[in-house]
């Protein structure tokens, strides 16, 4: 795991951006922050694809310190992706429930998660989870050590928004 890091310095009222680089080859990773109180903060996703507009998602920052967040998702016309993080200095495992609008479980996952790590995948492609697709209903995602949180991304192919998560 590599990375890199910056302070800033924020006059009262104030507001700044950081960006990385949209260039070169595809990184993935994910983002810590430490925010003090009163400031806020939120991520940008962009997609780039030549002849085609820009497509961005707007996601809030979530806690490090969860042990458990819930997402609604709709795979009736479109496609749900979780990322999952591990912002804790232990291992853990990522229980998974999803659960039809009727409330009833359609399906459960476990995912293992090493410290400091991040997974992401289609939800419907995680072992177990295959019943979404058709469907809509909820996902609890809860960790018996360490903590998670959690993105939900939708797609219909050609638009990207973000679906935020409830954290505990």
Do not use: C
Not at 81 to 109: E, F, K, L, W, Y
Not at 117 to 135: A, W
Request: net charge neutral; hydrophobic share 45%.
């Amino acid at each position: 795991m590599g990375g890199s890091s910056t302070v800033v310095n924020l006059a009262g009222h104030g507001t700044t951006l950081i960006e990385a680089p949209n260039n070169g080859p595809l990184s993935q990773g994910y983002v810590s922050l430490s925010l003090p109180q009163g400031v806020d903060a939120y991520g940008v996703f962009r997609f780039s694809l030549a002849g085609a507009p820009d497509q961005e998602a707007v996601v809030p920052l979530s806690s490090a310190f969860s042990t458990s967040a819930n997402l609604l998702w709709d795979d009736t016309q479109s496609v749900t992706a979780v990322a999952i993080v591990n912002p804790s200095a232990v291992p853990t495992t990522v229980a998974i429930t999803v659960r039809d609008v009727n409330g009833v479980v359609i399906g459960t996952a476990s995912i293992p998660l090493a410290a400091a790590n991040k997974t992401e995948s289609v939800l419907r492609n995680i072992p177990g989870l295959s019943s979404v697709v058709g469907k809509r209903g909820s996902a609890a995602f809860t960790v018996t050590s360490g903590f998670i949180a959690v993105l939900g991304l939708r797609s219909d192919g050609l638009a990207l928004t973000s679906i935020p998560t409830a954290q505990k």
